[in-house]
C-alpha cells in the first residue's frame, strides 16, 4: 500500500531530500521511470535527470518507459543526439523484473500500461494539475513552475551537481534546458524559478547541442495538416476551431502545431484544432492567449469523463489537450461517413462550452477528410 501523499510545499532542501530518501528504497533494486502518452522534450529530460539521480543513489537498474510513439522530428531528435535510452512497451513484464515505479512530468500512470498493478510507486514529480491527489512515498507537485524540468534542477543542484567536466552531467544539463525552453514556449511563459534553473544549467550544457535541438523545422506532414486547419477554420468572436481529419499516429503532433499557428492570429485568444489519430482516437490540441480560460478545466466541462472518471482532457496555463476513443466505430470502412460523425459530435460540444448553438453561419466549407497514410 503506498504511503499518503505528502504535503507540500516544503523548503527546497527538504523536497530534495525527501525525493532521495524515497529512491533510497529502490537501492540494489529495478525502478522503472514510466512516462505517460507521447513523451515531450520536458518528460524524457525529468526522466534522464531522475536516473541520473538515482545512479548515484545506488539504484540497481533504471529504465524510462514508453508506450506511444515518439510522434515529434524534434523529440526523435534529442534520443538521438543526446543517446537517450528509452524501452518501448505495452506492459511492466516486457522488462525484467520491476520493483517500484516512478512517475515524471505527469502523476499517474499511463492507462495503456498493463502489468503494474501491485508495484509500489515511490515517487511522483509533476507541474500539471491533478483531479485526485496522487499517492506515493514522494509527491512533489507544483504549478508555479513551466516545465517538470525546473524541479529536477533543484534536485541536482542539492543532491548531485552538475560539472561541465562531465560528460554525463553536461548531457543532463542539456536535455532539462531543452526541455525547459520547449515547455515554456522558448521562455516566454516561464516563472522565476524556471529562469533561475536555466541560469544554473547554462554553464553546463552543451551550446552546440542545444543549438541543434532547438532548430523548429516543420515537417512537410505539419505544413499539409495546417494548411487542413486553415481550410475548414471557424472562428465565433474570439474562438476558433478546425478539424484536420484523419492524422497519422506517426504524425499526431501535427496537430498541436496547427494550434501553435492558429493561435498567432490576432483576433482569436482561443484555438482547438482536432483530427483523428491512427482510426482510434479523436485527438485535439488546445491554445489560449486567454486569461479566462483554464485549458483543464474547459476541456473536462467540453468533453467529459470516461467510464472510470477520468476527464478526457488537460492541460496547463495555455495549453491543453484531449484524446478520445472512438471504439468500435474504428472499423467503419466508409471514411467520409466516420469523419462526418466525429466532426459533427466535436464541434457541438465545443459551441456547446462556448454557450453557442450552432448556425448556418458558423459552418465552414466543408473538408474533405484525406484518406489513410499508407501502411509502412
Request: net charge negative; charged share 25%; proline share 5%.
Amino acid at each position: 500500500m503506498n504511503e499518503p501523499v505528502r504535503r507540500l510545499p516544503l523548503p527546497q532542501q527538504d523536497r530534495a531530500r525527501g525525493f532521495a530518501e524515497a529512491l533510497s528504497a529502490a537501492r540494489g533494486k529495478h525502478l522503472l521511470i514510466a512516462l505517460r502518452g507521447h513523451p515531450d522534450p520536458d518528460g524524457i529530460a525529468s526522466a534522464l535527470a531522475q536516473a541520473h539521480i538515482a545512479q548515484r543513489l545506488g539504484v540497481g537498474k533504471t529504465t524510462i518507459g514508453y508506450c506511444h510513439e515518439l510522434s515529434h522530428r524534434e523529440n526523435r531528435a534529442l534520443v538521438k543526439l543526446l543517446n537517450v535510452e528509452l524501452k518501448k512497451m505495452k506492459n511492466v513484464n516486457e522488462v525484467e523484473k520491476v520493483d517500484f515505479l516512478s512517475f515524471v512530468d505527469a502523476h499517474d500512470i499511463d492507462p495503456d500500461l498493463g502489468g503494474a498493478d501491485g508495484i509500489e510507486v515511490l515517487t511522483i514529480v509533476d507541474h500539471h494539475r491533478a483531479h485526485v491527489p496522487p499517492k506515493a512515498r514522494f509527491v512533489d507537485l507544483r504549478h508555479d513552475v513551466g516545465a517538470t524540468a525546473t524541479i529536477f534542477v533543484e534536485y541536482l543542484a542539492e543532491l548531485s551537481p552538475l560539472s561541465a567536466d562531465q560528460d554525463d552531467d553536461r548531457r543532463v544539463a542539456t536535455a532539462l534546458m531543452h526541455g525547459l525552453a520547449t515547455d515554456t514556449d522558448d521562455f516566454s511563459l516561464a516563472r522565476s524559478t524556471d529562469f533561475r534553473a536555466a541560469q544554473g544549467l547554462a554553464d553546463v550544457c552543451d551550446r552546440d547541442l542545444l543549438q541543434d535541438l532547438s532548430r523548429r523545422l516543420i515537417a512537410p506532414s505539419a505544413m499539409d495538416v495546417i494548411a487542413r486547419a486553415l481550410a475548414a477554420l471557424v472562428v465565433r468572436r474570439n474562438f476558433a476551431m478546425a478539424g484536420v481529419g484523419f492524422v497519422a499516429e506517426t504524425e499526431r503532433d501535427t496537430i498541436a502545431q496547427a494550434a501553435d499557428f492558429l493561435i498567432r492570429r490576432e483576433d482569436i485568444d482561443t484555438v482547438v484544432v482536432y483530427g483523428i489519430v491512427g482510426d482510434r482516437f479523436i485527438e485535439g490540441s488546445l491554445r489560449t492567449h486567454s486569461p479566462s480560460v483554464d485549458p483543464a478545466v474547459w476541456l473536462e466541462q467540453a468533453f467529459g469523463h470516461d467510464e472510470r472518471g477520468k476527464a478526457y482532457g488537460g492541460g496547463r496555463r495555455d495549453k491543453g489537450g484531449f484524446r478520445i476513443p472512438i471504439g468500435f466505430l474504428g472499423r467503419a470502412t466508409d471514411r467520409a461517413q466516420l469523419w462526418s460523425l466525429v466532426e459533427h459530435a466535436a464541434r457541438q460540444a465545443l459551441l456547446k462550452q462556448l454557450g453557442e448553438e450552432n448556425s448556418p453561419g458558423m459552418a465552414p466549407h466543408p473538408i474533405v477528410a484525406p484518406p489513410a497514410p499508407p501502411a509502412t
